[in-house]
């Protein structure tokens, strides 16, 4: 049972590049979240995700994608790389019931944006 | 719609001390509560939970929690604490029909020796 896996682990981007970080989980879970996570800061939602088809924007979605055409991936897609983008990143998923509506998070990615 | 307060930013202690780690809530439904821990430069990972049921929830490396439904809060307690507590905990919230989850802003436990 791999839970949430996450990639890359770590990447350098150059200020105007483009790249996308993946995100996969293996538990059918129906609600899934991007998070960045920048020192003394707390995680700030990106986009969210309440099932396949259906995205909506979080508190900081600007210069951010994504899309969920399958449950378990939920890929988010950095355009026109900035400065400010330089962050963690957190993926998480849950599930839409009682039983199974603790959140399950990957390792991180951590972006540089030089 | 859901929201998560985290009472203090920061949480400085001495080691073996008990500390008290504060988070208020607000929803019109029932609630699901968390507490997470991250230890640095690691990911979250799930201290314990209240779902429903007892109101003081055990959780792992001797947390605790009580869920007090007429104060909105599900505060996080240890006795004794070790330098390797160490850590940022946060506090999240779900419930009713809609399970999308809200965190805290985190609080940031300092033991020291």
């Known amino acids: 049972n791999a839970g949430v896996t996450q990639t890359p682990k770590f990447r350098i981007l150059k200020i105007g590049q483009s790249m996308t970080l993946q995100c996969t989980q293996d538990?059918?879970?129906?609600?899934m979240y991007w998070y960045r996570q920048d020192p003394g800061m707390g995680l700030k939602l990106i986009y969210y995700s309440v099932g396949a088809g259906i995205t909506d924007k979080g508190e900081v979605p600007n210069g951010y994608n994504v899309s969920r055409s399958t449950t378990e991936d939920f890929p988010l897609r950095l355009e026109l790389a900035a400065p400010s983008q330089t962050s963690v990143y957190f993926c998480?998923?849950?599930?839409?019931?009682?039983?199974?509506?603790?959140?399950?998070f990957g390792q991180g990615t951590r972006l540089t944006v030089v | 719609a859901q929201s998560v307060t985290q009472l203090d930013s920061q949480v400085p202690v001495f080691e073996e001390a008990p500390v008290e780690l504060r988070c208020n809530y607000s929803?019109?439904?029932?609630?699901?509560l968390f507490w997470y821990v991250q230890y640095p430069n690691q990911g979250l990972q799930l201290l314990l939970k209240y779902l429903s049921g007892s109101t003081l929830v055990k959780g792992i490396n001797g947390f605790e929690a009580e869920f007090n439904k007429s104060q909105t809060s599900f505060h996080l307690r240890k006795p004794s604490v070790h330098i390797s507590d160490t850590a940022e905990y946060f506090c999240?919230?779900?419930?009713?029909?809609?399970?999308?989850?809200?965190f805290g802003k985190g609080t940031l436990l300092t033991v020291n020796p």
């Open positions: 538990m059918n879970h129906n609600y």
């Open positions: 999240a919230v779900t419930g009713g029909s809609n399970y999308k989850l809200t």
């Open positions: 998480a998923s849950n599930g839409g019931s009682v039983s199974n509506t603790e959140a399950f």
């Open positions: 929803s019109s439904v029932s609630v699901y």
